[in-house]
C-alpha cells in the first residue's frame, strides 16, 4: 500500500525541521484544523440558512519545552485565514517574531508606539496575505482601530500564549487581560486556543471563564511532571547568605528570580561581587537593546548567572539552564513550576530550589491571590514529597515513585541555616553578649578587647559561623529577634544581652 501523504508531519519537517510531533501536539493541530477547515466548507456567503459555524474553545497545558508555540504556528500555515497570536511581553512578542524570520515564516507585529508607517506596512502584509501570523499583545488589542482591521482580516484561529496570565496578572497590573474576552468574542474566529504549561484546576476555571465565557472548555493536558527536575526548599532566616550559598555550589547556567526590578540588580551586583561570577540582571524596564544583550548573553553563556523578574522566561529557549532558584516567592503555585520549568529543557538533570522564609508573616490580603499565595507556603512548609504535592496542587496524580526532591532524598530541609548555631551559642552565653559582641564572636571567634593576659578571650560557641559575613550574622540574630526565637534580656543588670527565648527555654 502506498504511504498516505501526512501535510501535518510534512509541515513540520519542512518548514520548522521538526521530524517528529508528539501525540497531544497532533491533538492539539488536530482540533485547530478541524474547526478552521470545517468553518471555510460550511460558510456560505449571505446564505440565511447556512449551518451554524463550529467553534473550537480549548485550553492546553503542555509541559515547558514540549512545543506549544508549534501547535498554533504549524496549523497557521494551513488555516485558510491567518492566526492571531497574544503574547504577554513585548521581549516574547520580538523573540518569537525573530524565531518565524528565521524560518522563513512572515508575520506582522503590532504594539504601541507605532508610528504611520510601519503600521501599514503591516496591515498590508496581513491584507495580502504574505503574513500568516499576526503577532500583539493584550494591551495593543485595547486599540480600536486595530480590533476593526483583525475584524475584517477574516481569522482562522486565536491563541494566547502563557494564557494563566489571564488569571495571574489581569486581576492586578495588566488589566487589558480581563478584556481579552470581549475582543475574542468581537472577533468570533471559528478556533481559539488558550496554551500555558501550568494551570491549577481553580485557574484554569477562571481563563476559561474570563476568555470563553464559560467555565469549562476542551482542556487538553499533559503530565505536569518535570522528572528530570529535581525540587528543593532551603528554608532560612537571612536569604542572601542561603542564596550566595546556593549559587556558589549549584551548577550553572543558573537563573535566580526575584519579584522587583531593583531586587534584580541589587542581588545581581551582590552575587557578582561576593562570589565573582559572570552575573547580569534582566526586568520589563530595561532598553530594548539593553534586553536583547542580556538574552544574546545568557544564551550563550555556559556558567552565567541570571537574576531576573518574570519578565524573562516565557518562551525564551534556553535548553540547557541546570539551575532555578527563586529568592522571593512568587505569586502561586502555577507561577512557581512556569518558572522552575525554565529549567532542563533539554532532558537533562537540572534543579529547582525554593528560598523559603520561615515562619513568614501571615498574609493579610483575602481572597483568591492569598489563597494561591498560602497553597505555594504549604509546599514550602511540606514534610511530604515536594514533586507529590506539587501535582496534588496542580489537580493531578503522580505515578510512580518521586523522581527526586529533599524530602524524599535527603528528609528535607531541616531547621532554617544558621538557626541551630545561634541557638546552640545563645544557649551556653546567655546574657553574656549583645548582637555587636556576639556578631564578632560567632564570626571570628574572638572579641576585639584584650583579656588580662593580653591574648583575645574566647567562649564557647566562638567561630560557629565562620565564612557568614558581620553583615548577614547581624541581620540572622536580628530575625531570629524579630521571630522570637531569641529576645534581649529587659532588666538590668543584663538588660540588651541576648538570651534563648524563655518560651522556647524556660529559665532555671
Known amino acids: 500500500m502506498d504511504e498516505i501523504p501526512d501535510p501535518i508531519a510534512t509541515v513540520a519537517r519542512e518548514r520548522f525541521g521538526v521530524a517528529y510531533l508528539f501525540p497531544l501536539q497532533r491533538m492539539v493541530i488536530a482540533n485547530i484544523l478541524d474547526a478552521v477547515l470545517a468553518d471555510a466548507a460550511a460558510f456560505v456567503p449571505d446564505g440565511p440558512s447556512a449551518p451554524e459555524r463550529p467553534k473550537l474553545r480549548q485550553l492546553v497545558l503542555l509541559p515547558t519545552g514540549f512545543g506549544k508555540s508549534l501547535c498554533f504556528q504549524l496549523p497557521a500555515l494551513l488555516a485558510p485565514g491567518p492566526t492571531l497570536v497574544v503574547y504577554p511581553l513585548l521581549a516574547l512578542m520580538s523573540d518569537q517574531k525573530r524565531r518565524l524570520d528565521s524560518c522563513g515564516i512572515s508575520s506582522a507585529l503590532f504594539r504601541g508606539g507605532m508610528d504611520t508607517s510601519e503600521r501599514l506596512e503591516q496591515e498590508g502584509a496581513v491584507k495580502k496575505g504574505e503574513a500568516k ?39 492586578s497590573f495588566r488589566p487589558a487581560y480581563l478584556e481579552l474576552g470581549q475582543a475574542i468574542a468581537a472577533l468570533d474566529p471559528p478556533a481559539v486556543s488558550a496554551f500555558t504549561a501550568t494551570a491549577s484546576p481553580t485557574v484554569s476555571e477562571s481563563v476559561s471563564r474570563s476568555l470563553f465565557g464559560t467555565p469549562t ?106 539551575s532555578v532558584v527563586h529568592f522571593d516567592p512568587p505569586p502561586s503555585v502555577e507561577a512557581y ?13 537540572a534543579r529547582a530550589v525554593l528560598v523559603h522564609a520561615a515562619c513568614a508573616a501571615p498574609d493579610r490580603e483575602g481572597g483568591l491571590r492569598a489563597e494561591r499565595r498560602l497553597a505555594l507556603r ?31 532524598g535527603e528528609g528535607g530541609p531541616g531547621s532554617p541555616e544558621g538557626l541551630g548555631e545561634i541557638m546552640e551559642f545563645f544557649t551556653v552565653n546567655a546574657r553574656r553578649f549583645d548582637t555587636a559582641e556576639a556578631t564578632r564572636l560567632l564570626t571570628q571567634g574572638i572579641l576585639e578587647t584584650k583579656g588580662p593576659s593580653g591574648d583575645p578571650p574566647l567562649c564557647a560557641g566562638s567561630g560557629l559561623l565562620t565564612g557568614w559575613s558581620r553583615r548577614e550574622t547581624r541581620s540572622l540574630i536580628a530575625e531570629a529577634l524579630r521571630r522570637h526565637y531569641l529576645e534581649k534580656y529587659p532588666a538590668f543588670p543584663w538588660k540588651g544581652r541576648i538570651r534563648v527565648a524563655a518560651r522556647i527555654v524556660p529559665e532555671k
Open 133 to 171: 501570523i499576526v503577532i500583539t499583545n493584550p494591551e495593543s488589542l485595547r486599540s480600536e482601530r486595530l480590533k476593526d482591521f483583525l475584524a475584517g482580516a477574516d481569522l482562522s484561529h486565536i491563541a494566547i500564549d502563557e494564557a494563566h496570565c489571564v488569571s495571574e496578572w489581569g486581576e
Open 217 to 322: 472548555c476542551l482542556r487538553i493536558s499533559a503530565d505536569p511532571d518535570r522528572p528530570n527536575i529535581h525540587f528543593s526548599v532551603a528554608t532560612t532566616l537571612e536569604r542572601t547568605h542561603t542564596l550566595l550559598r546556593l549559587v556558589r555550589s549549584m551548577e550553572k547556567p543558573l537563573i535566580v528570580f526575584c519579584s522587583s526590578r531593583e531586587g534584580s540588580k541589587t542581588l545581581a551586583e551582590k552575587i557578582s561581587s561576593g562570589l565573582g561570577l559572570d552575573t547580569r540582571f534582566y526586568h520589563a524596564g530595561l532598553e530594548r537593546s539593553e534586553k536583547t544583550k542580556v538574552e544574546e548573553w545568557f544564551l550563550h553563556s555556559q556558567q552565567g548567572v541570571l537574576v531576573a523578574t518574570c519578565a524573562y522566561g516565557m518562551g525564551v529557549d534556553k535548553k540547557n539552564i541546570r
Open 337 to 349: 513550576l512556569q518558572e522552575a520549568g525554565r529549567a532542563g529543557r533539554d532532558g537533562l538533570p
Open 378 to 408: 504549604a509546599y514550602a512548609d511540606a514534610a511530604t514529597c515536594r514533586r507529590d504535592f506539587l501535582m496534588r496542587l496542580m489537580g493531578a496524580g503522580m505515578e510512580g515513585p518521586c523522581s527526586g526532591c529533599d524530602v524524599c
